[in-house]
């Protein structure tokens, strides 16, 4: 256990904790600033889902500077983002500020490249996140920042900026999807 891998399971470790600040009601009250008006507590949990966001960064770095990417890194990377960004979506959506078809397609993605996945290490392959998969995490961490943060900045201005950058992701979501298939598509069609 690596010291980037050791940061990924930090990641996860952060999930159950976003979770809480984001579900328990503390009776805080609100906080406004810069256009935008939101609970204490979904602000502490946007202030954790940043911080486990930035890990994602810091492994991988960390990984390609030291020379230290491991069949488990690459497991547990990509897997602790998208637990992350689906507790994210499914809370944005209980809270009704994602339309709920948005996150279906997002997470169903997410379950299909997974499948993937393991088919692909069954055939002795493991293959770590592409650029367009990595354009494809930071959209999404961009827009679920945004809309935690209750469109911050850009609320003043009347700009749905957090809307834009949901379909934004969504749509660099379904793309690096199509383009995972499509790479890997001979494994799925020389399965026996």
Same mark, same amino acid.
Do not use: H
């Given at each position: 256990m690596n010291v980037p891998n050791q940061i990924s399971m930090f990641r996860i470790f952060l999930i159950p904790i976003f979770m809480f600040f984001m579900l328990v009601d503390f009776n805080w009250g609100n906080v406004s600033f810069l256009g935008?008006? #939101?609970?204490?507590?979904?602000?502490?949990?946007?202030?954790?889902? #940043?911080?486990? $966001?930035i890990t994602d960064f810091i492994d991988g770095y960390y990984a390609r500077k030291y020379n230290l990417v491991t069949n488990m890194g690459?497991? @547990?990377?990509? @897997?602790?983002?998208? @637990? %992350? +960004?689906?507790?994210?979506?499914?809370?944005?959506?209980?809270?009704? #500020?994602?339309?709920?078809?948005?996150?279906? %397609?997002? #997470?169903?993605?997410?379950f299909a490249v997974t499948g993937l996945r393991l088919i692909l290490a069954n055939e002795g392959e493991v293959v770590a996140a592409n650029m367009l998969g990595k354009i494809k995490m930071w959209t999404q961490i961009v827009?679920?920042?945004?809309?935690?943060?209750g469109n +911050?900045?850009?609320?003043?201005? $009347?700009?749905?900026?957090?809307m834009i950058m949901l379909y934004v992701?969504?749509?660099?979501?379904?793309? $690096?999807?199509?383009?995972?298939?499509? @790479?890997?598509?001979?494994? %799925?069609?020389? $399965?026996?």
């Open positions: 935008a008006t #939101i609970p204490i507590g979904q602000l502490i949990g946007a202030i954790i889902f #940043i911080i486990a $966001s690459k497991f @547990l990377d990509p @897997l602790a983002d998208k @637990l %992350l +960004v689906s507790a994210a979506l499914i809370l944005l959506v209980q809270f009704g #500020i994602a339309p709920a078809w948005v996150v279906i %397609l997002i #997470i169903s993605r997410e827009a679920i920042s945004s809309l935690l943060l +911050v900045f850009f609320e003043m201005f $009347s700009i749905p900026f957090d992701c969504l749509a660099f979501t379904l793309w $690096s999807g199509f383009d995972y298939f499509y @790479l890997n598509r001979k494994v %799925l069609l020389d $399965s026996k």
